[in-house]
């Protein structure tokens, strides 16, 4: 609560940002401190209620050691880190009481819940007198500034990225701000971590997510110094492959906002110049996936073409539980659910692999698809698992037409024909010796196909026929 004899005290608010390199809130807060001779606090406020929907288990886990790392970051630049969890407007109202705080301060949202979510503290924080300071954000550009000529959202990839790149540079990045000087902010109750019961109790399955990420901070710079130094130089020619160390494997990092957009683009730039393109293009998805969230908010659940609302899918759990554990007799299939399952992430390729199985070979929702990724992958963003979930059905802006179904099977063949991805995750596919990609007859300890793919693919033609023409494959 703002008054003239309490010291300064600004307070972060933080949601998708968990770091203290280029966090333009961070920074201000530490500025306007030292100007004044005052503190900064930060808090994270647990209020699901609120959210637009749960977060899945696998980015409980990841949420839960963010803010573990999070907090000795931020100690080191002597600001505390509170953690509350309830109804959002009570609890900021209450630490703005608590802590007599004279501003709060947070990176802009870039989603229709963060926006709400910014609006529900405004309305606690005006009775208070203490303003709310919204500025930067976790996107390289905000989501209404990039339209068309005529002042329209893009809804194709090619132009939204030519205009990104060409004509709306990120802005560069911000260094972490220095430390405060020796001083003592104003105590605020708060929350242990524990307390937040973010993560799996009994059984604990996060063990393969434990031996697989670092979440935090300086697990993203080490992720992303590998990549400098390694993978970038081959990206163009190797990501697709799944048994090749080609990717980034930054995208949790993103998702949580331990690395910025801007960082990692000045990053690249700066070592690879223009040979950095090819991968700073895919990072152009995750930018063009907000834009479309932010212009359609139901994306996570209603086609954006609104003819495939009379699709017919299939309703069938039995197959939807042989997707998900793995047991499709697919081996490329198979391989990318286990590797979910034990890792929390797929390999970009295989995603699609796996996606165009669920909704094209066997006819069921995207919705469903969508649904257990975002309980699964630790990376389950609430614009880009939408918006590729939706591409690969054919329904969302600039999908992958309807009639391009994946052949499991070729795919394999091409992207792994040595078979070494789809033996690691799927061992019992192929005895020692075996052709992996032999007549399912041949196969031991694992199941047969679950269904003839050229039958499957007549199938999804036939139910796409009302909808688009000239049916195709690859």
Known sequence: MSTSLAPYHALVWLRDDLRTDDHPALTEAIRLARQHNGRVTAVYILDEALWSRPLGGASRWWLHHSLAALADDLQRLGVPLVLRQGDLRQQLADVVRQGSVQAVLCNRGQTPFLRRCEAAAREALEPLGCPLLAGGGELMVEPDKILT?????????????????????????????????????????????????LLPSTPDWAGGLRKSWQPGQA???????????????????????????????????LRFGELSPRRLWDAVIALHGADGMPFLREVGWREFNHHLLFQWPEMATVPLKPEFTRFPWRDDQREFQRWCRGLTGFPIVDAGQRELWQTGWMHNRVRMIVASFLVKDLLLPWQWGEEWMWDTLVDACPANNPGNWQWVSGCGADAAPYFRVFNPSLQAAKFDSDGLYQRRWV?????????????????????LPMLDHGAARDRALAALASLKPDPDTV
């Open 149 to 197: 000529g005529s002042g329209q959202p893009y809804r194709v990839f090619t132009p939204f990225w030519k205009a990104l790149s060409q004509h709306h540079q990120p802005k560069a990045p911000l260094p972490e701000p220095e430390a405060l000087g020796p001083g003592v902010a104003p105590v605020i109750s708060g929350l242990t971590l524990a307390s937040l019961a």
């Open 219 to 253: 697990g993203a710079r080490r992720c992303l110094d590998a990549f400098l130094q390694g993978s970038v130089a081959r990206y163009g020619s190797q990501r697709d492959f799944p048994a090749q160390p080609a990717t980034s494997r930054l995208s949790p990092h």
């Open 427 to 447: 061992p019992e596919s192929a005895a020692p010796g075996d052709d992996l990609f032999a007549a399912a007859s041949t196969r031991r300890r694992y199941p």
